[in-house]
């Protein structure tokens, strides 16, 4: 089968380099194109050439939209979350699934410790500071918390929980973790529940896969755990937090701080987070570099190009 005959659906304008190799080397559809209302005839007018789908982390293989195309072969996502993927539906239909991890482990760990730095010392705070003018006319920024030495708790020590890990390390931070099963890092603390390891904790960092058994993995408890001085750092899946409780404890100063990548409802965040001088937000940025991106488009391409000459899929989930 030639490169150019594999219809792929690309679901959402991701990224630029990607959205244009896919067109230079394969025959592309671009969801978007169409109006939302009229997606379902789009979908049924190309159902019998469209045999991929790429999506992300907010737009992915829904069982709607697998059902929807008869001939899809394989979802390729640019990502490496794939909690938007009806994975047992692809499973079921003989559907390849890929993702992009690895790449991105550097950028989501660099993350991860820029937040909590950012957090404890009031970086985005004191910026803004400096620029309104108020050093000038009140005087000295208030004085922070240190960073170094603090005790981290991660979440998931997977790929990324693991870079987190020796980063943080580097600044004589003791490293505590939380997963299902214990590992063999005898310089690391296992704690068996998450509000063992939040009690235990300063900084508490989400950076596990998000499923059924993780969704609001930090709920009312582990925040009370953490308490009045600690801090979540969560560079997993907005869902991983109860927002409200996270919400109402950090304005009611349960809760020392937060450094959040991302959200429950994404692009909407909680406005009462907008207010809060204890908490640093950012857009979804934590695999949002030039050179991560450009791995991950590769690693899509990649794996398209495999799945078409009938090679091994270069990062395989189903």
Known sequence: ?????????????????????????????????????????????????????????????????????????????????????????????????????????????????????????????????????????????????RFSGKRVGIIGLGRIGLAIATRVEAFDCPVNYYQRTKKDYPSYTYYPSVVELAANSDILVVACPLNEQTRHIVNREVIEALGPKGLLINIGRGPHVDEPELVSALVEGRLGGAGLDVFEDEPNVPEALFTLDNVVL???????????????????????????????LLTPVV
Not at 294 to 306: I, K, S, W, Y
Request: aromatic share 6%; hydrophobic share 45%; with cysteine.
């Open 1 to 145: 089968m030639a490169m150019e005959s594999l219809g792929v659906l690309l679901l959402h304008p991701m990224n630029a380099y990607l959205e244009q190799e896919l067109d230079r080397r394969f025959r592309l559809f671009r969801f978007w194109d169409s109006p939302p209302d009229g997606r379902a005839e789009f979908l049924r007018a190309n159902a019998s050439a469209i045999r991929a789908v790429v999506g992300n982390a907010s737009y992915n293989a829904d069982a709607a939209l697998i059902d929807a195309l008869p001939s899809l072969e394989i979802v390729a996502s640019f990502s490496v979350g794939i909690d938007r993927v009806d994975l047992p539906k692809c499973r079921e239909r003989g559907i390849r699934v890929t993702n992009t991890p690895d790449v991105l482990t550097d950028d989501v760990a660099d993350l991860a410790v820029g937040l909590s730095i950012a957090a404890l010392r009031k970086i985005p705070q004191a910026d803004r500071y400096v620029r309104a003018g108020l050093w000038k006319a009140k005087g000295d920024y208030t004085l922070t918390t």
């Open 282 to 312: 950012v857009p979804h940025v934590g695999s949002g570099t030039h050179e991560t991106r450009q791995a991950m488009a590769d690693l899509v391409l990649g794996n398209l190009e495999a799945h078409v000459l009938k090679k091994p």
